[in-house]
C-alpha cells in the first residue's frame, strides 16, 4: 500500500502561481504512473499531468506550457503552476499507479478513483 499527501494549495488572483506538493510513502512501485488530478462540484475529477517510471509526461491541453510536473529522488510529485487563470479554481488529487502499462496519455485520460492511491486533496482558488 501507499499514501499520498499533498499540501501547497491556496487563493491567488489571475495570473499568480503556486506549487503543489505530494509526498508518497509506503511501497515502492517499480513501473508507474503518478499525476495530478482536479475536480470542482458537480463536475467529475480530471487529470491535469501526469508522469511516468520512464520519464514521459503528459499534460491537459489547457494547461500545456503553464504547468510542469516533477518528481524528485525522495519521492514527492510536484506541481508547478504559473499564470494561474480562474477555470483552474478546484481540488487537487495526487494519485499514484503502480499498475500503469506506461502509456502516460492514455493513463491521464482514463485514470479513475477505482484504481491505484489517492491523496485527500488540497483546494486551489483562482479569482479574478
Known amino acids: 500500500a501507499a499514501q499520498l499527501v499533498e499540501s501547497g494549495g491556496g487563493s491567488v488572483q489571475t495570473g499568480g502561481s503556486l506549487t503543489l506538493s505530494c509526498r508518497v510513502s509506503?511501497?515502492?512501485?517499480?513501473?508507474?504512473?503518478m499525476g495530478w488530478f482536479r475536480q470542482v462540484p458537480g463536475q467529475e475529477r480530471e487529470g491535469v499531468a501526469a508522469?511516468?517510471?520512464?520519464?514521459?509526461t503528459e499534460y491537459r491541453d489547457s494547461v500545456k506550457g503553464r504547468f510542469t510536473i516533477s518528481l524528485n529522488n525522495e519521492k514527492t510529485i510536484y506541481l508547478q503552476m504559473n499564470n494561474l487563470k480562474p477555470d483552474d479554481t478546484g481540488a487537487y488529487y495526487c494519485?499514484?499507479?503502480?499498475?500503469?502499462?506506461?502509456?502516460?496519455?492514455?493513463?491521464?485520460?482514463?485514470?479513475?478513483?477505482?484504481?491505484?492511491?489517492w491523496g485527500q486533496g488540497t483546494q486551489v482558488n483562482v479569482s479574478a
Open positions: 508522469l511516468s517510471s520512464d520519464g514521459s
Open positions: 509506503g511501497d515502492e512501485f517499480k513501473n508507474y504512473c
Open positions: 494519485t499514484a499507479d503502480p499498475r500503469c502499462s506506461g502509456d502516460v496519455r492514455t493513463w491521464l485520460l482514463l485514470h479513475r478513483i477505482q484504481h491505484g492511491y
